[in-house]
Each structure stands twice: as structure tokens, then as C-alpha cells.
């Protein structure tokens, strides 16, 4: 009976062992956990995502430009009066 009992009062230590491991693991950051390489391939992931989003979004803006010219090009003359009235220069 009494090896029971201090196996039952090893095993309680034994948890406590386990969560105060967990309690520093969790003071560490990402960064600490991970190797500077695999950082490095992090960071150069992340800046080749925001150019790709940020030439994307380039391309967004100058296919709006051109549909905005096209629509223009196809207006006839009195829609093109109705839009700009009497803004233009008179010679």
C-alpha cells in the first residue's frame, strides 16, 4: 500500500514538473523558437507577397484608367456635350 501512495504523489509532481516546462515555452516568442534561417525565408516570403500584391494592385488601377478612356472613345457627341457642358475653351 504505501509504494502506491507515493507512486500517486511522484506522478502529481511529475504533472506540475510538466506545466511550470509549458509556462516557459510560453514566455518564449516565435522568434526565439525559430532558427534564423527559416526566419530569413519567412521575411523574404512576406516581402515577395506584398510586391506581388502591391503590383496587382498597380495593374488594377491602370486597367481602370484604360476601360474609364475606352468608354470615353465610345461616347458619341452628345453624351460627351452632356458630361463636359460648356467647360471647354471657346477660341
Known amino acids: ?28 516568442t516565435l522568434q ?24 496587382k494592385e498597380e495593374e488594377r488601377q491602370a486597367r481602370l484608367v484604360f476601360e474609364r478612356k475606352q468608354r470615353e472613345k465610345k461616347m458619341s457627341f452628345e453624351e460627351l456635350l452632356e458630361k463636359y457642358g460648356d467647360q471647354g475653351s471657346k477660341f
Open 1 to 28: 500500500m504505501g509504494k502506491k501512495r507515493k507512486q500517486g504523489q511522484n506522478q502529481s509532481q511529475g504533472g506540475q514538473k510538466q506545466n511550470q516546462a509549458v509556462k516557459t515555452d510560453e514566455g518564449l
Open 32 to 55: 526565439d523558437q525559430l532558427n534564423g534561417d527559416v526566419l530569413a525565408k519567412l521575411k523574404a516570403a512576406k516581402k515577395s507577397l506584398v510586391a506581388e500584391e502591391q503590383a
